[in-house]
């Protein structure tokens, strides 16, 4: 990918801790996200995609510091020079607040049903010091028409709204405080198919405008194949494979990817029959499966794969690299 990164993560972990007894003892930790090495690179979409429970929500929520990391470094880079946001308190992270935002999965719950539109908009607004009624008002109006609704709806109330147009003032919500890079946590999942094909298309359309970085958190890898630039998959907490869109449609490598892909329907009958059905759900991140977290739902698992922990290792994939986690996979570029 070219470009330079806006954030770049290093080793980030974010383990929770579990408390039993009247005590309240930390007896076992749940490794939501377990070591994960990832760029972000300014003006792309990068998808993180899994099942549920895989850690993608829990990352993106560290990379914006919702959750903080319990290990590792985010970095953010902007033209100011680098700043390290894992060590940041709160006033130190104001300023990145605004850079840093997130539309959620649920318009319904993410916006508060007592307030207008206006009321919700109006928020982050007032906290990044746009002091006049009368500004916040224009900037709310403004917004709302840049996603497509008519300026109005600002004196409504959430109900008042169809999902796909919730979803709209949820992107605005977003929108309002200028950011460079969103993440979009199953931003579109909750729509009918068609709306959702409209709320990609404004999230697209916004991005070429606003020269926007995104990342796309989702458990669908048919949205993310026309969407993302690169896309990484993760599995318990780990990302075990990562590349450019096309390439992981048309190279697959780890056999997680394989199954996740294989699932996608089609109305292809011939690729139906291949389908991999995987057996069981993901394993508890509390206590996850020795050597490849993989291995009791891989089809091709071997002793190795029981013992060692495969690294990520970089691949040729054309003219770039394809990153993957397998024991299987023949002649990484290097060790
Ligand atoms: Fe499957 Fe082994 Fe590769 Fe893990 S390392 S994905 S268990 S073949």
Redesign the pocket.
Known sequence: MAGDPILSLRNVEVHFPVRTGVLKRVTAHVRAVDGVDLDVYRGEVLGLVGESGCGKTTLGKAILQLVRATQGTVTYSGEDGETELTTQDEAGLFAFRKRLQIVFQDPHSSLNPAFTIFGSLEDPLRHYGVKTRAKRRKIVGDLLEAVNMRREAMDRYPHEFSGGQRQRIGIARALSIDPELIVCDEAVSALDVSIQAQVLQLLMDLKREKNLTYVFITHDLSVTEYLCDRIAVMYLGKV?ELCDAEELYSNTL???TQALLSAIPVADLDRKSQRIVLQGDVPSPINPPS?????PR?????D???SDV?RLRAYRAGSGVHMA?????DQPLAD
Request: charged share 10%; hydrophobic share 35%; net charge positive.
């Open positions: 075990v780890h056999p997680y050597g490849c977290p993989f291995h891989c089809r091709f698992a071997q190795v794969c029981r495969p986690a397998c024991h299987l996979i």
